[in-house]
């Protein structure tokens, strides 16, 4: 088998893992969560056109920029349909370029049997494969986060071009920004001025090339937040975002509870990997153990990888370095946002990547912490390192299989959107159009038939409008309102949803 076969034959092995894992039952469960708040912007966008202003109901949504809406929209559109599977296909898509990245961009790096257990490693723990099958926006800002330390790790550990190393990673960056906002800016700069620091190359960040990747991001950003500023002038669009994150950081909604518990479940996100981080004890090792790492690592030596391939390389950049940077990095960063009054466990997300970086290194590394438990003995097929993750990954798959064929028909029994959604098409006559008067963000719609109009105001339903959704402190100015005159609107539905949160579907017609 040659050796660009092999490559093709892994990158093919990783895509079926990830499809056993991410696609089984993609769309069978109905929306929960905050997947209404990425998927209603996107269908409102294909009905207006308007791709610069997310919107949430009748109201422009402030507190998130647009990339995940954009990327539901085109799925949407590419699939020809609007359901779950689509919507949510996205997310798994950005796991599976990931993973590729490792295989591909990484390998140089970390070897062959290391970038795989890397890509194994990055689909296998808890927090992708939960995010990794919703459409929330932390698979796309953890995966863009991912690529981007990536592509600087791989690059700068081989010295490649400084304007390749020091640019394409903050292309990724300024997608970023446009998934989420500036978070992911401390967790990478966390792990990259970290391993700049123990390599002693800290000086390196001052470069051209880096200013030009910082003006490169802020200009994928500025290309969308300038025009939309400009569109919503008449509301304080900056003094919003301003207090979002501010608030994160005075705690306005602090709670002790949730507080105390960021650390036990950020560290859960990343299980069951994470048991395997303490053995990360490179970065505390010896000043003659460190020397002598530094002075091999200049020297040009032969590996042989496990298709039992030889090639002669220079190891370039001394691989405690990165270790140890790379654990020093994830450590503060996880430590310093989870200790922030506002935050919550998922904002660490971002440091999946490295942290899946870190473990391919330990794993393959001659010497390591890492106990003999940890490279049993069986299957012999594989090679001692690559035991772990297949014995994990095989687990995942089973798991998600057996979630997907004998859990996924129970939860379907259960559900509680698409529940009030029916009963509102049952009482709407197919014909008739749906006037949603300042409703708020409410997930059924999502599965009410269109079309459905978005109003502010009860008086801007047309005099021809006979549906109408209303909202509670909305019914009674609804009830009263002459616009219709002679006709009335009167209540024919009242439903309830699992927030607790009531509407009132009326039907303008005769008071008798």
């Not at 890509?119 to 459409?135: H, Q, S």
Request: glycine content about 6%.
């Amino acid at each position: 088998m040659s050796m660009s076969t092999s490559k093709t034959a892994r990158v093919l092995v990783v895509v079926a893992i990830w499809a056993a894992i991410y696609l089984p039952g993609l769309g069978t469960l109905e929306i929960k969560g905050e997947e209404g708040r990425r998927i209603l912007p996107a269908v409102t966008m294909l009905q207006s056109g308007n791709y610069i202003v997310p919107q949430v109901g009748s109201d422009p949504y402030f507190s998130k920029p647009p990339l995940v809406n954009w990327l539901v929209a085109a799925s949407f559109k590419i699939f020809g349909q609007r359901n779950e599977w689509a919507a949510r296909f996205p997310s798994a898509l950005c796991v599976l370029v990931v993973a590729i990245a490792f295989m591909t961009v990484a390998r140089r790096s970390l070897g062959a049997n290391g970038s795989l257990i890397a890509a194994l490693v990055w689909m296998t723990n808890f927090g992708m494969i939960e995010k990794g099958r919703l459409i929330e926006i932390e698979a796309l800002y953890v995966s863009l986060c991912g690529l981007a330390i990536i592509c600087w790790l791989s690059w700068w550990g081989q010295k490649r071009s400084k304007w390749l190393t020091w640019i394409v990673p903050w292309f990724f960056l300024g997608l970023g920004l446009l998934a989420k906002g500036p978070l992911l800016l401390v967790f990478f700069y966390a792990v990259i001025v970290a391993v700049l620091y123990r390599a002693r190359e800290l000086r390196a960040i001052w470069n051209a090339a880096h200013f030009a990747g910082i003006a490169l991001m802020l200009g994928i950003f500025a290309a969308w937040a300038i025009p939309y500023l400009q569109l919503m002038h008449e509301s304080d669009v900056a003094h919003s975002w301003t207090r979002q994150y501010s608030g994160r950081l005075s705690g306005e909604d602090f709670k002790l509870s949730g507080w105390l518990m960021n650390i036990p479940r950020g560290l859960g996100y990343f299980l069951p990997w994470v048991l395997i981080l303490p053995f990360a004890k490179s970065g505390f090792t010896s000043k003659e153990t460190r020397k002598d790492q530094r002075r091999t690592s200049n020297v040009e030596r032969r590996i042989s990888n496990s298709e039992g391939e030889t090639s002669k390389f220079n190891v370039r950049r001394s691989t405690f370095d990165v270790e140890s940077g790379l654990l020093w990095g994830i450590a503060l960063s996880f430590l310093g946002i989870s200790l922030v009054p506002g935050a919550l466990a998922r904002y660490t997300m971002p440091l999946l990547a490295p942290a899946a970086w870190l473990i391919a290194m330990l794993l393959t590394a001659e010497r390591s912490g890492v106990p003999g438990w940890l490279r049993p003995r069986q299957p012999k097929s594989l090679s001692p390192e690559l035991r772990v993750p297949a014995i994990v990954t095989a687990v995942a798959c089973v798991a998600l299989g057996l979630y997907a064929v004998v859990v996924m028909p129970h939860l379907k029994k259960r559900e509680k959107v698409r529940t009030i959604a029916a009963q509102i098409n049952a009482a709407l006559p197919a014909t008739e159009l749906l006037y949603a008067v300042d409703p708020d963000y409410q997930p059924f719609l999502f599965y009410v038939r269109d079309p459905i109009i978005y109003v502010d105001l009860v008086g801007e339903v047309p005099k021809t409008g006979r549906f109408l959704l209303v909202q509670p402190d909305k019914e009674m100015q609804a009830s009263t309102s002459a616009q219709w005159e002679p006709l009335r609107a009167r209540p024919i539905l009242r439903l309830r949803d699992y927030r607790n949160k009531e509407v009132t579907l009326l039907k303008v017609g005769d008071v008798h």
